[in-house]
């Protein structure tokens, strides 16, 4: 079946530091999504990526989707406290149907 | 608008017990969700609805049983219950006709099966 991997799994560094996770999925997707996931909360939105190659960007933070549409990255800049918390991808297989990537987990050291 | 909620957010159960998750949300949205969150696996799809009296299974259905009655309700049901099936249940809902396919998730109920 579908399977959406992400790495690292775990990711510790010091504040300032630059941080990436990576999202690869088995199968073409049509479109990825990233979502936040504080420590103790739920899941939120951050962005849709569409367009092959395409890459947008949120203050500090850049996510691009790739050529084959089958891989997409996630990288802030200069990380911060408040960036601490799960990153998933997740990806749209099926008619209506999500699959979100195992998630990594950022811990940021002031 | 309250967006998502979640009905109990802590519950623990004993094994052979059943019990029922109530998901509501008033947004108006078509599609309903239900995930598990276990450490180190993400979030996996347990069944999902595509509108009101449909329900069709996800990645790990078993051991659990949904039905979507009302367009703004979804219920996740355990008939007996498992220590596998400790876990954090999240409930998600998004509409279509949008070019954001943004789901909005529920703030999760914990259970632990003894």
Redesign the interface.
């Known amino acids: ?1 579908q399977q959406v991997m ?1 790495i690292p ?1 775990y990711q510790h560094v010091q504040e300032g530091e630059d941080f990436t996770t990576y999202c690869n999925s088995s199968t073409t997707l049509s ?1 990825i ?1 990233w ?1 936040k996931q504080r420590p103790g ?5 951050l962005i ?1 990526l ?1 367009k092959s190659g395409e890459v947008k960007k949120q203050k500090r933070l850049t996510f691009q989707f790739g050529e084959a549409k089958k891989n997409s990255s996630l990288h802030i800049t200069a990380t911060q406290t408040t960036d601490v918390g799960t990153y ?1 991808c ?1 990806g ?1 297989t099926g ?9 990594t987990k950022l811990q940021v050291i002031p | 608008n309250a967006g998502v909620t979640q009905t109990p957010k802590f519950r623990v159960l004993k094994t052979g017990q059943s019990m029922t998750l109530l998901c509501a949300q008033d947004m108006n949205h078509e599609y309903m969700y239900w995930y598990r969150q276990d450490p180190g696996m993400g979030l996996r799809l347990i069944h999902y609805s595509v509108g009101e009296g449909t329900t069709a299974k996800g990645e790990v259905p078993d051991g659990y049983n949904v039905s979507r009655l009302k367009k703004q309700n979804f219920l996740l049901g355990l008939e007996s219950a498992a220590p596998s099936q400790t876990s954090v249940y999240f409930c998600a809902s998004w509409t279509s006709g949008r070019e954001t396919y943004e789901q909005y998730f529920g703030p999760g109920t914990r259970l632990t099966v003894t």
């Open positions: 079946g992400q799994q479109n999504q979502y909360g739920h899941p939120v939105f849709q569409v998933f997740a749209l008619y209506q149907k999500v699959t979100f990537g195992t998630g």
